[in-house]
Structure formats: C-alpha cells, structure tokens
C-alpha cells in the first residue's frame, strides 16, 4: 500500500499556485485588484513578451508597511478580512490571502513600497524564497514586478501560448478592471508602447469610449434601474449595433467583473424580437447590491458568483434594459458619402468623447473614402476667378453659411471647405449673361446663392430652430404629441414610404414597418384574431415531420385563428383560418411555421409562440413593391413617427433619416 506523507511545503505552493496563477493574465488582474483595494487613483500595468518575461504593475495606493512586506507573501496572509463573520459581507476584490504566495512561488518577483512616510521598502524573492529586502527611495504606493513568469515550473511553461496571445489575454483584464472602477486612471504598456489610458473621471462613458473604441461607444445607450435592494446602471447598444459574439458584453456586480448566465440571460431577454439572428448585444453593466445578498466565494478566480436572489437579479436586468431599450428615439442616419474630407485624429488611447450620443456606426464610416475624388475639379472654376463681383458675393456669403450646416463639423474642415465653395459659383457665372438683374437683388442673383441666402437668414433666428428639439425631450414621457409635424411626401420604389419633417427626411420601409405593427399586435395579451371559416376547406400536403408538427401544435395554432385536422394520405384539411391572412398565403405560412417550430421545438412555449407570431406577422404585412392606399400608408407612417414601431421582430430598422445638410453637401451648397 502507498504511503500516506505530508507534500513539502514547495510542492504544495506549486500545486496552489496552479489554481491562482493559469497564465500572466491571471498574475496581472490579482496585482490589479490589490491595487484597487489598496484605494489607488491610478494604475501602470507594463509587459513585455506576452508578460512571461515581465510584468510590472504601479500603482498610488496606501503602500504596505516595511515589517508587514515579508508576511504579504505567506499564504492565507491578507488584510481584507479577519474573521468569519467578514466572509458573509465581502466588500473587497481579493480576500484568500493567495495571490502574491502563489506568483512568488513560480517567478522571480521584486516589491518597490511607500506608505508616504520617509523612505520606502525593497523587497526581493526567487521562487516564493526571500533573496533580500532593504530600505529603498520611491513615490508613495506599490510597485511589483514579477520576472520569469513559470520559469521553476517547466510542466506549466509549455503550455503557454504565443507572446501576441498572451499579451492579448492580459489586454482583456486590463480593459475589464478598467470598465469597472471609471474613477481609476489605467495606462496599459506592451513591449514599451502605449495601447490605453483612461482618464479616471469617474464617468462609466469616458471610460467606455477610451477601452472600447468610438464606434462601440456611440453605438450604446445609457441604463438605469433598480429593484429590490438593488440597482443596474451602464450602457447597452442598440439593437443596430449588435455583434457576432457575446465577447463584448461586461457585467461587474458591486465592482467586479464577473461571468453571469442570469445577467447574460436577461440581457439578451431583453432584446427579444428586436434583434437580428446570430446577433448578440454589447454591454457595460453594473449591478450593486447589498454584499450579503452575493457569495464571492464559490471559485477560485473569483470570476464566478453565486446570487440569493436570482430571479430578482433577472428582473432588475431584463426590466432596467428593455425600458432603455424603449425610451431611445433615435433613428440610423442614411450613409451619405461625405463630399469634404474629415479629419478625424480619434485614436484607442484618446480619453474623452465630448458629445456622447447614441447614433448608429454607419454615418462614421463613409467619410474618407470619397476625399480623393472630390477636391479634383477644383482647377475646373479657375478661369471663373476673373468675375470678380460675383465672386466677392460668392465669398463673402459661405462664411455666413458654412456655419449652421458645417456647425457639427472641426474647424479645420471648415477651412478647406472654401475651396469647393468656388464649384457653386458654376450656375452663378451661367447667370453673367444678365448683370443688370444683379443689382437689383443684388446676392440673390446666382441661382444657387438664392437657395443658400435662404440658409444664412435662419441662421440669425436659430434659437427657433434650436426651440423645436426642445419639445422633443418632453414627448418622450409621453409619446403621444408629436415633436415636429410632418407629412407623407410620396412612395420610393413603392417600398419605402418617404416623410418630410423638419430639415430632414425619413425613410420607412413599409414592409418592415407594418410587420411590427401586426407582431404587437399579436402579441398583446389577450388577442384573439377573428376567425374566418372556409367554405372549402385547404388540404395541403406537407413533408412527415412538418405534418406532425402542425398536428402537434393544434392548439397553439388554433390561438392564431387556424382550424386544422387530419385528411388522411399525408394530407392536413384547413378548414379556418385568421381574417387577415389572404387565402393564398395560408400553405405558405402553415409550412414555414412548420419549419421554424420543427427546429425549435416546443420546449419553450413562448419561443414557440414568438415564432409563430413572426411568421403571422411577415405574410400578413403589406408587401415591398405592392401599390398601397395612401391612407394605410398614412397609418403605417403615424405609427413610425410616434416612436411606437423602431425596429421589425427581426431587428432590423424601419425607418432611417436624412438631413437637409447631407442633401446639400452631395448637390455642393453646402
């Protein structure tokens, strides 16, 4: 029989610093963390080869005493807690007392601290051994390098990745511990260049924009709620700007990030019938609660929690998300191609976005492309320059005008802007035939300068412009009123309907539209479709697993308004159907929902019932290229325009805007 002996001291730090220690990643969010905890404003996390070779965090917290620096590094040594009353209520990141026990005991690892009294400690150890500590100058706070990353543990060392994927991985827990503390200043150094640095303002925004980019950024919407005995905050995205994958949703409960399946849950609950398939939405969410209320304790990565109340946790999450959800107004803008170049000097390391607003991607990605091509008929208006008169009028009216097209734009653009300023004077020079008509309207002579001096003259009476999206704020409490009148101007393609309100245009795909009109419809609770019962019965013939399916779910088709039964030779006899479905489209839609529900199953009812309902709603709808009364066109815009239809149960948009602005820039008056 083996043996039975305690395993030296050694082997058992090797064996718990496997469970702490995984990768440098994992080293880098433990000193992260004690940073945090020690009260830090700001953190310098630098590595080199992935962090095997080094990893150094700074940071300009508390400092740790010169007789307690040796004693930081015995196992189950903390400062965090101290009875077991403290792991009932655990307020702090790191409380095990094994983070800095297990990375001594695999690297070579150096202590600079200073508590802001005198000198500092230095302290050095080699594979969990102290080599030497002495008294050492340095700022107020903590530095540690950790050197060598598994270089006594050669059975762990192989199994590291390459340095680019390791860097990567650090990365990611930089950004997150950033994400959740946004009044902590993070620089993150790799290989000795800088790729973040957030501004530590204390605003969740300033820090999305710096760690997540400006695309992501002015893709989300803020949240708050709140529940029993405890709140949700942050930003999700639109249901626009949804991703591949779930790699960009963030949840952080009471500051820390965490890997949630009730949160992810309700958040993506949350986006039902708004989203597109494969699609999933981004997040930045905090949840505080009470820290009782939550048991940190249940992994050793701490990266795992266990709730009290799950089902409240849900609620607080699906509710607090879908209202922000509903309350956002705002439409995706049309891609115009920018006919000025932009000169956009945003990079990842920039940490501030001055007007943080949700609008889609779209509209910031179609500006460079078309520079090149535009600025080349300039030496076209050259020969032009020798109408003087006309040409003191022309210039000395786009500086009036550039101003309220141009407002949202830098001031560089502006400048290069006068330059193709000259193109609008082509139509102006045709009009030299006629000079005496000049003086007597005098700027309004040029057929395009009468447009643009129509522009500068609500410029002077702007603040009645501005006093329209004024009202816009209060009818978002109550959506009834509408902010700007508009009206229906026509039909594109006799599928979009187009409205003008205001200096923009809206464009609605009817379709699109009337789909989610009919899919709220038949989702409100309670509904119940007239039934219209067929002289002939309908005997389609659907493939065996479809017949059974339809026959299974008798009953939930019957809530739709259908009546089937069994023929006979494989064949189903639809002897009702619902009142707004035309009869030739009743095997179109009885077979697709055969489809969808044999491939989702029955297990969830109301999955089941959403499908069905999709479907109802799609062959039901008014249909792209069909001439329409403007009357139900009329009804499909009244319900686009007062907010209550944003997106089709598919998720995508039904309506998109364009401005008088863009329209302007594209035919050069602007």
């Given at each position: 029989?083996?043996?039975?002996r305690?395993?030296d001291?050694?082997?058992?730090?090797?064996?718990?610093?496997g469970?702490?220690?995984?990768r440098?990643?994992?080293?880098?969010?433990?000193?992260m963390?004690?940073?945090?905890?020690?009260?830090?404003n700001a953190?310098?996390?630098?590595?080199?080869?992935?962090?095997?070779s080094?990893?150094?965090?700074?940071?300009?917290?508390?400092?740790i005493?010169p007789?307690?620096?040796?004693t930081a590094f015995?196992?189950h040594?903390?400062s965090?807690?101290?009875?077991?009353?403290?792991?009932?209520?655990?307020?702090t990141?790191g409380f095990?007392?094994?983070?800095?026990?297990?990375?001594?005991?695999?690297?070579?690892?150096?202590?600079l601290?200073?508590?802001?009294?005198?000198?500092?400690?230095a302290?050095?150890?080699?594979?969990?051994q102290?080599?030497?500590q002495?008294?050492?100058g340095?700022?107020?706070?903590?530095?540690?390098l950790?050197?060598?990353?598994?270089?006594?543990?050669p059975a762990r060392?192989?199994?590291?990745?390459k340095d680019?994927?390791?860097g990567?991985?650090v990365?990611?827990v930089v950004?997150?511990?950033a994400l959740?503390?946004?009044e902590?200043s993070?620089?993150?150094?790799?290989?000795?260049?800088?790729?973040?640095?957030?501004?530590?303002?204390?605003?969740?925004?300033?820090a999305?924009?710096?760690v997540?980019g400006r695309?992501?950024?002015?893709?989300?919407?803020?949240?708050?709620?709140s529940?029993?005995?405890?709140?949700?905050?942050?930003?999700?995205?639109l249901p626009t700007?949804?991703?591949?994958?779930?790699?960009?949703?963030?949840?952080?409960?009471?500051g820390r990030?965490?890997?949630?399946?009730?949160?992810?849950?309700?958040?993506?609950?949350?986006?039902?019938?708004?989203?597109m398939?494969?699609?999933?939405?981004?997040c930045?969410?905090?949840?505080t609660?009470?820290?009782?209320s939550?048991d940190v304790?249940?992994?050793?990565?701490?990266?795992?929690?266990?709730?009290?109340?799950?089902?409240q946790?849900?609620a607080?999450?699906?509710?607090?998300?879908?209202a922000?959800?509903?309350?956002?107004k705002?439409?995706?803008?049309?891609?115009?191609?920018s006919v000025l170049?932009?000169q956009d000097?945003?990079?990842?390391n920039?940490?501030?976005?001055?007007?943080?607003?949700?609008?889609?991607?779209?509209?910031r990605?179609?500006?460079s492309?078309?520079?090149?091509?535009?600025?080349?008929?300039?030496?076209?208006?050259?020969?032009?320059?020798?109408?003087?008169?006309?040409e003191?009028?022309a210039?000395?009216?786009p500086?009036?005008?550039?101003n309220?097209?141009?407002?949202?734009?830098p001031?560089?653009v502006?400048v290069e802007?006068?330059?193709?300023?000259?193109?609008?004077e082509?139509?102006?020079?045709?009009?030299?035939?006629t000079?005496?008509?000049a003086?007597?309207?005098e700027k309004?002579?040029?057929?395009?300068?009468v447009?643009e001096?129509?522009?500068p003259?609500?410029v002077v009476?702007?603040?009645?412009?501005?006093?329209?999206?004024?009202?816009?704020?209060?009818?978002e409490?109550?959506?009834?009123?509408?902010p700007?009148?508009?009206?229906?101007?026509g039909?594109l393609?006799?599928?979009?309907?187009?409205?003008?309100?205001?200096?923009k245009?809206?464009?609605?795909?009817?379709?699109?539209?009337?789909?989610?009109?009919?899919?709220?419809?038949?989702?409100?609770?309670?509904?119940?479709?007239?039934?219209q019962?067929?002289l002939l019965?309908?005997?389609i013939t659907?493939g065996?697993?479809?017949?059974?399916v339809l026959?299974?779910?008798?009953?939930?088709?019957?809530?739709?308004g259908?009546?089937?039964?069994?023929?006979g030779?494989?064949?189903?006899?639809?002897?009702?159907?619902?009142?707004?479905l035309?009869?030739g489209d009743v095997e179109?839609?009885l077979?697709?929902?055969?489809?969808?529900?044999?491939l989702?199953?029955?297990?969830?009812?109301?999955?089941?019932?959403?499908?069905?309902?999709?479907?109802?709603?799609?062959?039901a709808?008014?249909?792209g290229?069909?001439?329409?009364?403007?009357?139900?066109?009329?009804?499909?815009?009244?319900?686009v325009?007062a907010?209550?239809?944003k997106?089709c149960p598919?998720?995508?948009?039904?309506?998109?805007?364009l401005t008088?602005g863009?329209?302007?820039?594209?035919?050069k008056?602007?």
């Amino acid at each position: 029989m083996p043996t039975i002996r305690q395993l030296d001291p050694h082997v058992a730090d090797l064996i718990a610093a496997g469970e702490v220690v995984e990768r440098p990643a994992s080293v880098v969010k433990e000193l992260m963390e004690n940073a945090i905890d020690a009260g830090a404003n700001a953190v310098t996390v630098e590595i080199s080869h992935g962090g095997m070779s080094l990893i150094r965090v700074t940071d300009d917290g508390c400092g740790i005493a010169p007789d307690q620096c040796q004693t930081a590094f015995l196992r189950h040594a903390t400062s965090k807690i101290s009875s077991e009353y403290d792991l009932e209520a655990i307020g702090t990141l790191g409380f095990r007392g094994e983070a800095l026990a297990a990375i001594a005991a695999v690297s070579r690892v150096e202590l600079l601290t200073n508590q802001g009294q005198g000198l500092g400690t230095a302290l050095s150890l080699e594979g969990g051994q102290l080599v030497e500590q002495e008294e050492a100058g340095c700022p107020k706070g903590t530095t540690m390098l950790v050197r060598d990353l598994f270089y006594n543990t050669p059975a762990r060392l192989k199994f590291m990745k390459k340095d680019s994927a390791e860097g990567a991985a650090v990365f990611a827990v930089v950004q997150r511990l950033a994400l959740s503390h946004p009044e902590l200043s993070v620089k993150f150094l790799r290989d000795g260049k800088q790729e973040l640095l957030t501004p530590g303002d204390g605003q969740l925004k300033s820090a999305i924009y710096a760690v997540l980019g400006r695309d992501l950024a002015l893709g989300f919407v803020p949240i708050k709620g709140s529940g029993e005995n405890m709140e949700i905050s942050g930003f999700v995205s639109l249901p626009t700007c949804c991703r591949g994958s779930r790699s960009y949703q963030h949840f952080f409960v009471n500051g820390r990030y965490i890997k949630s399946r009730v949160m992810m849950a309700a958040l993506e609950e949350a986006y039902r019938n708004q989203k597109m398939v494969g699609k999933f939405p981004g997040c930045v969410l905090h949840l505080t609660l009470r820290p009782n209320s939550v048991d940190v304790n249940v992994h050793p990565t701490k990266t795992e929690v266990k709730f009290q109340n799950e089902q409240q946790v849900f609620a607080t999450v699906y509710h607090g998300v879908l209202a922000a959800l509903n309350a956002d107004k705002t439409r995706p803008q049309a891609v115009v191609k920018s006919v000025l170049p932009r000169q956009d000097t945003v990079t990842p390391n920039q940490t501030s976005l001055n007007d943080f607003t949700a609008v889609t991607p779209p509209q910031r990605t179609t500006t460079s492309p078309p520079v090149v091509s535009q600025p080349k008929p300039q030496p076209t208006p050259s020969p032009f320059r020798r109408v003087t008169p006309l040409e003191k009028v022309a210039e000395s009216q786009p500086v009036a005008k550039s101003n309220p097209v141009t407002q949202e734009k830098p001031k560089p653009v502006e400048v290069e802007k006068r330059s193709p300023v000259v193109e609008v004077e082509k139509p102006a020079v045709s009009v030299e035939k006629t000079p005496t008509v000049a003086p007597v309207e005098e700027k309004p002579t040029p057929i395009p300068v009468v447009e643009e001096k129509k522009t500068p003259t609500p410029v002077v009476e702007e603040p009645v412009v501005e006093e329209a999206p004024a009202p816009t704020v209060e009818p978002e409490l109550e959506p009834q009123p509408e902010p700007e009148p508009w009206v229906v101007r026509g039909e594109l393609f006799h599928t979009y309907i187009m409205v003008e309100q205001g200096e923009k245009v809206v464009l609605i795909d009817k379709h699109a539209a009337h789909e989610r009109v009919n899919f709220d419809r038949l989702k409100a609770q309670d509904y119940r479709p007239m039934v219209q019962e067929l002289l002939l019965p309908i005997t389609i013939t659907p493939g065996p697993q479809e017949r059974q399916v339809l026959l299974d779910g008798q009953k939930v088709l019957e809530g739709f308004g259908f009546q089937l039964e069994e023929f006979g030779a494989g064949s189903i006899a639809v002897r009702a159907v619902p009142d707004y479905l035309e009869t030739g489209d009743v095997e179109p839609t009885l077979l697709e929902l055969a489809k969808k529900l044999r491939l989702t199953g029955w297990a969830d009812p109301s999955a089941a019932r959403d499908e069905v309902m999709h479907t109802m709603a799609c062959k039901a709808a008014i249909k792209g290229g069909q001439r329409n009364d403007p009357q139900e066109l009329e009804r499909v815009a009244q319900k686009v325009m007062a907010g209550e239809v944003k997106y089709c149960p598919h998720g995508r948009p039904v309506a998109i805007e364009l401005t008088r602005g863009e329209l302007e820039k594209q035919f050069k008056r602007a």
